[in-house]
């Protein structure tokens, strides 16, 4: 299933992408091993929160990347608070 749902990336420089359910579920997946999540927590955490987003996604054409952040970043929190931490401040910690 593919969602024709463009994301604005943060500079505005870039054109706009294709929504990546793929690449979301990665990222917070990524962010959960970081923190030392075990394996199954970390799978089970991204895709609930990726189902989150798609939900709130149903009714949108455009988003931005950081409304795709801040979101994923709020529904993992009940999951993993540590890894939201990690996943909402990526840019700034790195």
């Given amino acids: 299933m593919g969602l024709a749902i ?3 990336k943060r500079s505005g420089r870039r054109p706009p992408e294709s929504f990546d359910r ?3 579920l990665r990222s917070i997946r990524a962010a959960c091993l970081s923190v030392r999540a075990p394996e199954g927590e970390a799978e089970s955490a991204a895709n609930n ?3 989150a987003v798609i939900i709130w996604l149903d009714n949108k054409s455009t988003v931005t ?4 952040r801040r979101l994923a970043g709020e ?3 009940k999951y993993h ?5 990690l996943y909402q401040h990526h840019r700034i910690i790195m």
């Avoid at 990347?65 to 795709?68: I, K, M, Q, V, Y």
């Avoid at 608070?81 to 931490?85: F, G, K, L, N, R």
């Fill in 75 to 77: 529904h993992l929190e």
């Fill in 65 to 68: 990347s950081d409304d795709l």
């Fill in 6 to 8: 463009d994301v604005v």
């Fill in 22 to 24: 793929d690449k979301l």
């Fill in 81 to 85: 608070p540590d890894a939201a931490y």
């Fill in 49 to 51: 929160v990726v189902g």
